[in-house]
């Protein structure tokens, strides 16, 4: 753990205060270091709110909500973007001058820090949560994010082996390269009262003895929201909770193609869109089996341990960091990523089988609660940044 009487201060950098996976992980990180540590947003929202709540310091950036707007997958870094950037990176340097190392969190705040850690003279790691490849990003910003990262990071510390793998496969250094895997506190899953799968369906309106399926994953097509969709066309009689909300801007046209498509006839009545929500743990009790459908690689996928911590059977997609969590046939059925025959035989396997998937689910459960613990997780990000203070790396 943390060393409590730790005198270097670390400034972890993101560049958006939603709540997703990448912020979540983040959030246990800081709370664990927060008596030597600050995080800096570039934006305000619910992430500097719940990491207040834990007592860590936000610092907020002015110059960054403009970020917002520079995408993944844009062509070409336009003039806008680049003079946004380097505001950001003046701003943040001048926070950096009182800490020892910048931590960045996403590809965005990793390329301010960058900069910043030029400016300020700090080391820089980067927390690389994403696929870097051409499914997921242009190949311009491929190659700037690249670039950047083999001058300019001290360490890329990546969320599974899938994600390192990508990164070196695009030309990312391997030597500065570490896998660190999410960990997720079991606690929560574990203080559920025995009556939690019967009361949510209550407060939910969903009958008792409904078949449920679970999704938990923000909006965007990429999550594979329609193929659950399309899936339970063939299920007749199969319900779905679909909770996640539209996290970034330019989702909302597909929360609105999935709302139209949920009234139509041969789902109506059978999927609740619940949005963004707080009490995951609470919903996934609810369920009967949770369904993990990305139709590109997956970096981790931290809703996986989550079912699994639920004890509910789990259906993912087999690609990405997916196969580092989960063994087809022993703790998970995997499909391939898009397969909608085969999310609906998967399915069908779990309804019908009721000793296969509790099986599954049990021997899951031992198995995520070992390997992907909150203290694996920060003594891993912990060896990182002692590597990089120790050695001076700039
Ligand atoms: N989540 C949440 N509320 C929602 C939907 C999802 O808190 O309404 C959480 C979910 O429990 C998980 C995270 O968001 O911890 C999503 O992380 P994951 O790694 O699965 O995917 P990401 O969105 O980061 O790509
Ligand atoms: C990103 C990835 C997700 C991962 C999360 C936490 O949001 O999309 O797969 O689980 O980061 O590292």
Same mark, same amino acid.
């Given at each position: 753990?943390?060393?409590?009487?730790?005198? /270097?201060?670390?400034?972890?950098?993101?560049?958006?205060?939603?709540?997703?996976?990448?912020?979540?992980?983040?959030?246990?990180?800081?709370?664990?270091?927060? !008596?030597?540590?600050?995080?800096?947003?570039?934006?305000?929202?619910?992430? &500097?709110?719940?990491?207040?709540?834990?007592?860590?310091?936000? %610092?907020?950036?002015? =110059?960054?909500? $403009?970020?917002?707007?520079?995408?993944?997958?844009?062509?070409?870094?336009?003039?806008?973007?680049?003079?946004?950037?380097?505001?950001?990176?003046?701003?943040?340097?001048?926070?950096?001058?009182?800490?020892?190392?910048?931590?960045?969190?996403?590809?965005?705040?990793?390329?301010?820090?960058?900069?910043?850690?030029?400016?300020?003279?700090?080391?820089?790691?980067?927390?690389?949560?994403? %696929?870097?490849?051409?499914? !997921?990003?242009?190949? =311009?910003? %491929?190659?700037?994010?690249?670039?950047?990262?083999?001058?300019?990071?001290?360490?890329?510390?990546?969320?599974? #082996?899938?994600?390192?793998?990508?990164?070196?496969?695009?030309?990312?250094?391997? @030597?500065?390269?570490?896998?660190? !895997?999410?960990? %997720?506190?079991?606690?929560?899953?574990? &203080?559920?009262?025995?009556?939690?799968?019967?009361?949510?369906?209550?407060?939910?309106?969903? $009958?008792? @003895?409904?078949?449920?399926?679970?999704?938990?994953?923000?909006? !965007?097509?990429?999550?594979? #929201?329609?193929?659950?969709?399309?899936?339970? /066309?063939?299920?007749?009689?199969?319900?779905?909770?679909?909770?996640?909300?539209?996290?970034?801007?330019?989702?909302? +046209?597909?929360?609105?193609?999935?709302?139209?498509?949920?009234?139509?006839?041969?789902?109506?009545?059978?999927?609740?869109?619940?949005?963004?929500?707080?009490?995951?743990?609470?919903?996934?009790? $609810?369920?009967?089996?949770?369904?993990?459908?990305?139709?590109?690689?997956?970096?981790?996928?931290?809703?996986?341990?989550? =079912?699994?911590?639920?004890?509910?059977?789990?259906? &993912?997609?087999?690609?990405?960091?997916?196969?580092?969590?989960?063994?087809?046939?022993?703790? +998970?059925?995997?499909?391939?990523?898009?397969?909608?025959?085969?999310?609906?035989?998967?399915?069908?396997?779990?309804?019908?089988?009721?000793?296969?998937?509790?099986?599954?689910? /049990?021997?899951?459960?031992?198995?995520?609660?070992?390997?992907?613990?909150?203290?694996?997780?920060? /003594?891993?990000?912990?060896?990182?940044?002692?590597?990089?203070?120790?050695?001076?790396?700039?």
């Amino acid at each position: 753990m943390v060393p409590t009487g730790r005198r /270097e201060r670390i400034l972890f950098v993101d560049h958006t205060a939603v709540l997703g996976g990448a912020e979540l992980s983040l959030l246990d990180i800081a709370t664990a270091f927060r !008596h030597c540590a600050a995080v800096a947003l570039f934006d305000a929202g619910p992430f &500097a709110h719940a990491l207040a709540s834990r007592g860590v310091r936000v %610092i907020t950036l002015s =110059a960054g909500t $403009a970020l917002r707007n520079v995408k993944k997958d844009s062509r070409a870094p336009s003039p806008a973007a680049l003079l946004t950037t380097l505001r950001c990176a003046f701003q943040l340097s001048q926070a950096a001058r009182g800490f020892d190392l910048l931590y960045a969190n996403s590809p965005k705040s990793f390329l301010v820090s960058a900069m910043a850690g030029v400016l300020a003279s700090r080391p820089v790691v980067w927390h690389l949560r994403d %696929i870097v490849s051409s499914a !997921h990003f242009s190949p =311009a910003n %491929i190659r700037i994010l690249v670039a950047v990262a083999n001058q300019r990071a001290a360490r890329v510390v990546a969320n599974s #082996q899938a994600t390192a793998d990508a990164f070196v496969k695009s030309g990312g250094r391997l @030597d500065i390269v570490r896998v660190v !895997h999410n960990g %997720i506190d079991p606690e929560p899953f574990d &203080a559920l009262p025995p009556d939690a799968r019967a009361a949510t369906r209550r407060s939910l309106g969903i $009958a008792e @003895d409904a078949f449920v399926l679970g999704s938990f994953s923000r909006l !965007h097509p990429w999550k594979g #929201q329609r193929v659950l969709l399309d899936a339970l /066309e063939s299920l007749s009689g199969v319900h779905a909770l679909v909770v996640g909300g539209a996290l970034f801007s330019g989702e909302e +046209a597909f929360e609105a193609e999935l709302r139209v498509r949920i009234a139509h006839p041969s789902l109506a009545g059978r999927v609740l869109l619940l949005g963004a929500r707080g009490d995951v743990p609470r919903l996934i009790a $609810a369920c009967d089996a949770v369904v993990h459908t990305s139709v590109l690689p997956e970096p981790f996928g931290r809703v996986l341990v989550e =079912a699994l911590l639920g004890r509910r059977p789990l259906i &993912a997609s087999d690609a990405g960091g997916v196969r580092e969590i989960v063994q087809d046939g022993v703790t +998970a059925l995997l499909v391939p990523p898009g397969d909608v025959p085969a999310l609906v035989r998967a399915v069908q396997t779990i309804r019908d089988e009721p000793a296969l998937a509790a099986a599954m689910a /049990e021997a899951g459960l031992a198995d995520v609660r070992l390997r992907f613990t909150p203290t694996a997780l920060i /003594e891993g990000v912990s060896a990182v940044i002692d590597g990089v203070l120790d050695a001076r790396i700039v």
